[in-house]
């Protein structure tokens, strides 16, 4: 569990104060908008209406003591830079910054944000590469190399186990779980063999992926 610090509840925000609470963790969200703190509320462990670009005002929050803060905030730039800034002035020890742009992304690192996320660029581009290709059903970015896919089993793999195609020597990837009518089997053995119903989820290079998705 984590104490998490998440200032802006608009609608991204909220999404993750939804997600990091289901997670078990403690979250208290702040923003400038009574109203959306209102609409946030049960989505919090606890919250608080004030403007993060206020000096005194992020120095009441105790910043140092969370494990993580988030700037969740989509709309103001210049307030995300300042309140970025502040957090790690102040001694947060982890700030995770919203950027919509990269050129945005380059002053949040510069003024302190140790990690930067791009919410609606990284949903678009994991759109594009899901509804891009026919044999992808789904994909998740891990760096600019590496992803996981979710793909259909070759056909000349049906049939064939784990051992017998010699999966990572011979493609480059490595079989993370199979999927079967929505029920997901993690860690197949050497000795699993593949059936025509089943996807599978994999992590490897795109152009090793490439290869792969082409023997359908």
Same mark, same amino acid.
């Given at each position: 569990?984590?104490?998490?610090?998440?200032?802006?509840?608009?609608?991204?925000?909220?999404?993750?104060? *939804?997600?990091?609470?289901?997670?078990?963790?403690?979250?208290?969200?702040?923003?400038?908008?009574?109203? =959306?703190?209102?609409?946030?509320?049960?989505?919090?462990?606890?919250? /608080?209406?004030?403007?993060?670009?206020?000096?005194?005002?992020?120095?009441?929050?105790?910043?140092?003591?969370?494990?993580?803060?988030?700037?969740?905030?989509?709309?103001?730039? /210049?307030?995300?830079?300042?309140?970025? +800034?502040?957090?790690?002035?102040?001694? +947060?020890?982890?700030?995770?910054?919203?950027?919509? =742009? !990269?050129?945005?992304?380059?002053?949040?690192?510069?003024?302190?944000?140790?990690?930067?996320?791009? &919410?609606?660029?990284?949903?678009? /581009? =994991?759109?594009?590469?899901?509804?891009?290709? !026919?044999?992808?059903?789904?994909?998740?970015?891990?760096?600019?190399?590496?992803?996981?896919?979710?793909?259909?089993? &070759? *056909?000349?793999?049906?049939?064939?186990?784990?051992?017998?195609? !010699?999966?990572?020597?011979?493609?480059?990837?490595?079989?993370? +779980?199979?999927?079967?009518?929505?029920?997901?089997? &993690?860690? &197949?053995?050497?000795?699993?063999?593949?059936? *025509? !119903?089943?996807?599978?989820?994999?992590?490897?290079?795109?152009?090793?992926?490439?290869?792969?998705?082409?023997?359908?």
């Amino acid at each position: 569990m984590k104490s998490v610090l998440l200032i802006g509840l608009g609608r991204f925000g909220r999404h993750m104060a *939804e997600k990091l609470l289901e997670e078990g963790n403690e979250v208290l969200g702040v923003d400038i908008c009574e109203e =959306r703190v209102n609409d946030a509320m049960d989505m919090l462990t606890n919250a /608080q209406i004030g403007d993060a670009t206020n000096e005194l005002f992020v120095e009441s929050l105790g910043v140092r003591n969370f494990d993580l803060c988030v700037v969740a905030i989509g709309d103001n730039f /210049q307030n995300s830079l300042e309140t970025t +800034a502040l957090l790690k002035d102040y001694g +947060a020890p982890f700030v995770l910054s919203r950027a919509n =742009r !990269d050129v945005h992304a380059k002053f949040l690192l510069r003024n302190g944000a140790d990690r930067i996320v791009y &919410p609606e660029k990284e949903m678009a /581009q =994991r759109m594009a590469v899901k509804y891009g290709n !026919d044999n992808i059903f789904d994909c998740i970015e891990l760096t600019d190399e590496y992803s996981i896919y979710e793909i259909p089993v &070759p *056909e000349s793999w049906v049939g064939k186990s784990i051992l017998e195609k !010699d999966v990572r020597k011979k493609y480059g990837i490595s079989i993370l +779980a199979t999927k079967r009518l929505e029920t997901l089997y &993690p860690l &197949p053995g050497a000795e699993h063999v593949f059936a *025509e !119903d089943e996807n599978l989820i994999i992590l490897g290079h795109f152009k090793d992926v490439r290869a792969v998705i082409k023997l359908h």
